[in-house]
């Protein structure tokens, strides 16, 4: 099991089987099989290989009452093959199959947007009168799974996605994180009328943005009304694969941990089920990690006490002015690190977005081109492209001060005392841990043309960024601030976590002007995790906080038993084909389950409906149904074509 700070949330204490999730125990990870249901021996094969890879809960779909009984024999053979871990049925749109599961299995996961309501994106006029009735009436129909699974001790997690939100909810709350929360408190009154307790609650969104206000927004629903926390299960749906499924459930999952919410976790990849594990064990040591052990003080105790910071974020951009390309309005500026190296030439900048043919002498630029090159002592000799500005120490800048795009990097008390500065562009660096930093920082920005650059000494660097970003807001200071967050680990998961977390919370809240990744300098210098490394992961960071778009959003689901196609291959296909379409969101679907519903956030999308058939969507409207899987993609570039949102990809010389 996994640990986290000391500092939790107060939650219930539930049991799952053997795994006790709440009450200050360790954080529970887990998975989902992708496997049909009904195939027994390739189910308890896959939950077994998760489950060496370190599953402690996993979670099967059940989408009929048949594959509800089958739970029965996969859970028989996975107890005679020596395995204890609790299994938990999925289950959408059929309350009986719930009720077959509640007495098989340990755990059964009910969406309420779908266990008895019904989603068609129509707009409903209630009374109060009429509303109340809909609560009755889910009552009714939700009551006899209460009470079985309090008769079996069946632990339950009422999961609302904010994709497959009810008509009902929608028409009363619209497409609000508030909406995914009463959508859940009124499955939770239900079950307390009952004196039933054994319940975990979640919030899920391909979005980390509205994911985290919605689970802070929870949280406050709780305390207020019931006087009392539930365990939450953390999770960002649909978050896709590679480097951005795990920067954005990085993102959603390690700012709540870091904040002391949540008891459980999932990351949605859509990958083989065991290679999620892995992520989650990184993530949640990230944020043990990152605690201030020392103080014995967790991050939000540093940063605020807990009563006072939980409860919803809405995203407001920090007000700042603007210092060439950098504050204001304008996008958050990504630099890249080559300080560690001996020497750079023109090939190196392809690592960062930059291409140069010698045959035309000319650059072609990516849309995730860094913004800015930190050269250190180093000096560039050959013409740069006029978009990258060159970032040196303040001693080698001012042996060449009259460069072109080139400009000075101090430590802030050397820039205090330097008489020499650029007239145009100064990068001072400030470590935001230090006791002095705000005082430091007063005198910094009484000088035009800086922009700040903030790095943390100490391991909890989240919440050293946010007292300083807190200190500069409350003194009313708008100068432009670059996050400049470090990483020390060698282990690829484990570097995305730490620096997604460290960066992502503060952008999620409109606070960054500019991202710097900083790890060790073997790490630069070697290709798995070097500069081009870095600068996509500075990029997805940025995509998945919504703050600068640099190319196509995938939402892809994880699969499960549910899924109509093979997602993995698929999405692979389509990431291929698309990948050039910068801004476009495309959502990849295995079924209908979330399909329409969370592809309301997307432009585009691909959805199982029926073996070997898709259907192909514009935003949430039907465009093309029951086509033959071998040419959906086809169609779906057609689709583009015929909607004008098509180009042909780059061709470099």
């Known amino acids: 099991m996994q640990s986290t700070s000391s500092f939790r949330l107060p939650t219930r204490e539930v049991r799952?089987?053997?795994?006790?999730?709440?009450?200050?125990?360790?954080?529970?990870?887990?998975?989902?099989?992708?496997?049909?249901?009904?195939?027994?021996?390739?189910?308890?094969?896959?939950?077994?290989?998760?489950?060496?890879?370190?599953?402690?809960?996993?979670?099967?779909?059940?989408?009929?009452?048949?594959?509800?009984?089958?739970?029965?024999?996969?859970?028989?053979?996975?107890?005679a093959a020596g395995f204890d871990t609790p299994l938990v049925a999925d289950i959408h749109f059929t309350p009986n199959a719930a009720e077959i599961a509640a007495r098989i299995i340990e755990k059964v996961r009910v969406n309420p947007g779908n266990y008895v309501d019904k989603k068609k994106f129509a707009q409903i006029d209630y009374t109060d009168a009429e509303y109340d009735a809909e609560i009755v009436r889910i009552k009714e129909r939700f009551m006899p799974l209460v009470l079985i699974c309090k008769e079996h001790g069946t632990a339950m997690r009422i999961g609302t996605n904010h994709g497959s939100l009810s008509d009902r909810i929608m028409s009363r709350y619209g497409d609000t994180a508030l909406g995914m929360v009463e959508s859940a408190m009124e499955f939770l009154r239900i079950a307390r009328s009952a004196d039933y307790h054994q319940i975990i609650l979640s919030m899920k969104s391909s979005n980390p943005m509205v994911m985290v206000e919605a689970y802070r927004l929870l949280?406050?629903?709780?305390?207020?009304?019931?006087?009392?926390?539930?365990?939450l299960h953390l999770g960002v749906t649909e978050a896709g694969d590679g480097m951005d499924g795990r920067v954005k459930s990085s993102i959603g999952i390690g700012i709540l941990l870091a904040e002391g919410i949540g008891d459980t976790i999932r990351v949605s990849l859509t990958e083989e089920p065991e290679f999620e594990l892995p992520v989650c064990r990184e993530i949640v040591a990230a944020c043990d990690d990152m605690r201030d052990k020392s103080s014995g003080q967790s991050q939000l105790e540093i940063h605020e006490k807990v009563s006072k910071n939980i409860g919803p974020h809405p995203f407001q951009k920090r007000s700042s002015i603007v210092v060439k390309n950098i504050g204001g309005n304008q996008v958050p500026v990504v630099v890249a690190d080559y300080m560690h190296h001996n020497s750079?030439?023109?090939?190196?900048?392809?690592?960062?977005?930059?291409?140069?043919?010698?045959?035309?002498?000319?650059?072609?630029?990516?849309?995730?081109?860094?913004?800015?090159?930190?050269?250190?002592?180093?000096?560039?000799?050959?013409?740069?492209?006029?978009?990258?500005?060159v970032i040196c120490n303040a001693a080698i800048w001012k042996g060449q001060k009259s460069a072109q795009n080139v400009f000075p990097l101090f430590e802030a008390e050397a820039f205090l005392a330097s008489s020499e500065s650029s007239p145009i562009l100064n990068f001072?660096?400030?470590?935001?841990?230090?006791?002095?930093?705000?005082?430091?920082?007063?005198k910094v920005t009484e000088y035009p043309k800086v922009v700040l650059c903030i790095y943390s000494s100490a391991k909890a660097q989240l919440a050293a960024f946010r007292k300083f970003f807190n200190f500069l807001e409350n003194a009313e200071i708008q100068v432009p601030v670059i996050i400049a967050p470090a990483s020390h680990s060698h282990n690829e998961d484990r570097l995305i976590?730490?620096?997604?977390i460290q960066s992502g919370a503060l952008f999620l809240e409109?606070?960054?002007?500019?991202?710097?990744?900083?790890?060790?300098?073997?790490?630069?210098?070697?290709?798995?995790?070097?500069?081009?490394?870095?600068?996509?992961?500075?990029?997805?960071?940025?995509?998945?906080?919504?703050?600068?778009?640099?190319?196509?959003?995938?939402?892809?689901?994880?699969?499960?038993?549910?899924?109509?196609?093979?997602?993995?291959?698929?999405?692979?296909?389509?990431?291929?084909?698309t990948a050039h379409l910068k801004g476009l969101k495309i959502a990849v679907m295995g079924c209908i389950v979330n399909g329409p519903g969370e592809m309301a956030d997307a432009d585009f999308g691909y959805v199982g409906s029926g073996p070997g058939k898709i259907t192909l969507y514009k935003s949430k409207e039907v465009v093309k149904r029951n086509v033959p899987s071998e040419i959906a993609v086809d169609e779906l570039i057609k689709l583009l074509q015929e909607s004008g949102v098509w180009v042909d990809a780059p061709v470099l010389a």
């Open 16 to 79: 799952v089987g053997n795994v006790l999730i709440g009450s200050g125990h360790p954080i529970c990870i887990q998975t989902m099989t992708t496997t049909d249901t009904l195939n027994t021996e390739a189910t308890v094969a896959q939950s077994i290989r998760c489950i060496k890879a370190g599953a402690e809960l996993v979670r099967i779909t059940a989408p009929s009452k048949t594959e509800a009984e089958n739970l029965q024999a996969i859970k028989d053979q996975i107890r």
């Open 219 to 231: 949280v406050k629903h709780m305390g207020d009304e019931f006087g009392e926390y539930y365990p």
């Open 344 to 389: 750079i030439s023109p090939k190196d900048l392809l690592e960062i977005g930059y291409h140069y043919s010698p045959i035309l002498d000319k650059w072609n630029i990516s849309d995730g081109a860094a913004d800015y090159l930190f050269t250190g002592d180093n000096l560039i000799g050959f013409s740069l492209p006029g978009t990258l500005g």
């Open 428 to 442: 001072v660096s400030l470590d935001a841990s230090l006791e002095n930093a705000p005082e430091i920082a007063l």
């Open 497 to 500: 976590a730490e620096l997604s």
């Open 510 to 577: 409109g606070k960054g002007n500019g991202i710097w990744l900083m790890t060790e300098p073997e790490n630069t210098l070697e290709n798995s995790l070097g500069n081009k490394f870095l600068n996509e992961l500075a990029f997805s960071i940025l995509q998945a906080t919504r703050t600068r778009i640099s190319k196509t959003e995938y939402i892809s689901c994880p699969s499960c038993g549910r899924t109509l196609f093979d997602l993995q291959e698929t999405t692979a296909k389509i990431r291929a084909a």
